[in-house]
């Protein structure tokens, strides 16, 4: 997972509620055994429709998807974080976002951000009044800041979870911090035990 202390960019305005993984990443999708390539696949129903957000070419490049409350509910496939990366967005705000689905973007340098619904619904209508706004998401600072809207709000972010992000650990780097402890501990043990050495 590559390191994110800030982004920077566009955003695509999703004025949708209570989005489901289903929607976010098809279930038809789900039969792809490479972690990459989904971003073809999202919303991929409602992409069907010419005048779907993501169809509309002002919004191409942007990294941000502001979307409606209760966003990522439903079945805890990693692939619908999986999809919005693999697509371009580097942070998704919401008023509501599921618990799981959260997880699943941390763990992979999704950046979930939770604000106010107000503001969550100021930021959409001005994305549609603009999509060139400018929209800076900063993890060091846990800040949302848009300069043309006179708008800096602080988001939820716990210090781990912050930590995760400016330092680009997944799981996997979590653990290899530790790699040599890990090799003196597996050194150590009798031959005749499982290893996670190779032979």
Known sequence: MLAVQ????????????DVDTDQIIPAEWLKRIERTGFGAGLFSAWR?????????PRYSGASILVAGPNFGTGSSREHAAWALQDYGFEVVISSRIADIFRNNCTKIGVLPVVLAHDVVD???????????LEIV??????????GALDLSEPFPLDDFTQYRFLNGLDDIGLSERHAAAIAAYEAARPSYLPTTTPV
């Open 137 to 146: 998401v900063d993890v060091q600072e846990r800040t949302v800041w848009v």
């Open 6 to 17: 800030r982004v920077q960019g566009t955003a695509v305005p999703l004025d949708r509620s």
């Open 122 to 132: 100021r930021l959409m209508r001005a994305i549609e009044d603009d999509p060139a």
């Open 48 to 56: 069907q429709d010419p005048a779907f957000v993501l169809n509309q």
